[in-house]
């Protein structure tokens, strides 16, 4: 990864950070320049572009499209990947926050804070389907 | 990678499903202010697998489920 894609992919996470949505390609410059830069941040595992499309699925831990785990942080809301993702939102933003997601088994709301990195309920589980070794295989499965 | 409220829940949800791996909430928040803290620094590169293999380590995520490509 060059600095140039480097720059680029800050360029990305910036205006996510600023604007509480992820950009599109004609937003950050030449539109043919930014889709070449994000192809290879792509292939790196350093964002995630939907295929179909080219437009951003992930910069992790965000997701710039609407997913079961919102995180409301640094006056935000956001969406986070899976609940990994949603913690890492407060983690990436050095603040406190909440995690408001149901339970994919039987649809209970479930809430979180984090207050100085730990999660206010202690009781909560987190399960892990895909081992390590496959998650990149399909990331959005994982 | 989901949250739940209990191992009844997790079982039920995987059906006939052979199961990943469960950890506290508690210890996926020191995973996940491990591995994203810095994903917003202006000097942000790619962890490498090693130090990537370094978080969980110190974590006690170990064995072949936690081990990475």
Redesign the interface.
Known sequence: ?DEAD?GL??RT?AFL?EHGRAPGAEELGDPDDVLDGWRRLHA???IVLNPATDELRML??FSAVPTAYRVAAGARWWYGN?????????????TDGR?E?S????G?T?T?E?RD???D??????????????W?DDIVF? | MNLFRSEEHISRWLGGRKPGTTIPVTKLSELAHAWWDDRLSPDWVPHTRDQNMAILDRLGLTGEFWTLP
């Open positions: 990864m480097l992919r800050r996470y950070v790196e595992h350093a992790n831990p899976c609940a990994w993702d949603a913690f890492g939102i407060c983690a990436a933003l050095h995690v997601t339970c994919p088994d039987c209970e479930l979180v984090i990195e730990r999660p309920d202690e009781s909560l589980l987190f399960h892990c389907l895909v081992p390590a070794e496959r990149w994982t």
